[in-house]
């Protein structure tokens, strides 16, 4: 794992040259997760990352669960998608615990949600191995500090990233594709970038 200057933070940049990790924030919403969910597994990529907001996945929690059946993994990106910078202790720790407990729950319990990673970390490694799914979690907006991460890190891999489509300011096809090939290149054709489910508005 990279030194970003946190603990426990990985944001692809030390990813092997082809290697691209993509992740999906913000759902579950019921229009676009499916479209994202068919797109992905049209195209036959293994696995993905879906950081989830707690309230969404209370409202679509069918949603949740089918991607992770598929062998999609399910982050954390707190309950209501708020900046914790601004938040206080207390109440960041809620956001994070809250929706813990509600994915946790969604997928069938503890025993359940970790052998459905299993499953996840099976398709990319081609051996079998015992493992116990470590916790993902997505700050929102990507905003941290040495405060709010202190708290993150007891419990969490943190997963930024390096190459971001910002697809939520863009709705152009063109100008997200070149954004985005033209960050792979700078990072030497390897990395791991951020879209939300709205991408699928274009």
Known sequence: MIDTGYKNEFDGSNLKPGEVVITFDDGPNPHLTPQVHKTISDLKIPAAFFFEVG???ELYPGQTKALATEGFIIGNHSYSHPDFVKLSNGDLTDQID???KIITDTLGGPLEANRLFQKWFSAIFPYPKQVVAPEFFRSPYGSRNKRTM???EKHFYHV????????WNDHSPATIED???????TEGRHGLFSCTTFILRL
Not at 160 to 167: G, R
Not at 179 to 184: A, G, S, T
């Open 160 to 167: 930024m990233w390096n190459i971001d489509s910002l697809d």
């Open 98 to 100: 809250r929706t813990q």
């Open 150 to 152: 202190a708290l993150v």
């Open 55 to 57: 309230e969404n996945v």
């Open 179 to 185: 954004r985005v090939f033209d960050q792979l290149t």
